[in-house]
């Protein structure tokens, strides 16, 4: 079963940015370039929420609060997928968690200071 690992999370001041990462390993039969790989995030006392999408044809979709500001890219070769988040806000404090085809990341904090 293929293993996501992020990466990336910290403290920072509302304004700045930050770029998470998420490698995969044992990728399986299925080529991690054919895989559709997910950022979710989770705040506290909130429900977990899809963030951003990049599929296999590198389709991207975005929540729509982060429209403008969060972008989702991969590298095939690296086994990679990254989410680069600019102009932070605090409301993005949360959890982030990466997820293809059933399987999650342990996740990675993400704090934003007002």
């Known amino acids: 079963q293929v293993q996501l690992v992020e990466s990336g999370g910290g403290l920072v001041q509302a304004g700045e940015s930050l770029r998470l990462t998420c490698v995969a390993s044992?990728?399986?039969?299925?080529?991690?370039?054919?895989?559709?790989v997910d950022w979710y995030r989770q705040a506290p006392g909130k429900q977990r929420e899809l963030v951003a999408t990049?599929?296999?044809?590198?389709?991207?979709t975005y929540l729509e609060s982060v429209k403008g500001r969060f972008s989702i890219s991969r590298d095939n070769f690296r086994n990679t997928v990254y989410l680069q988040m600019n102009n932070l806000k605090f409301e993005d404090t949360a959890i982030y968690f990466c997820?293809?085809?059933?399987?999650w990341g342990q996740g990675t904090q993400v704090t934003v200071s007002s």
């Open positions: 997820h293809s085809e059933q399987t």
């Open positions: 044992r990728i399986g039969s299925v080529k991690f370039g054919f895989r559709n």
């Open positions: 990049i599929t296999e044809s590198y389709t991207t």
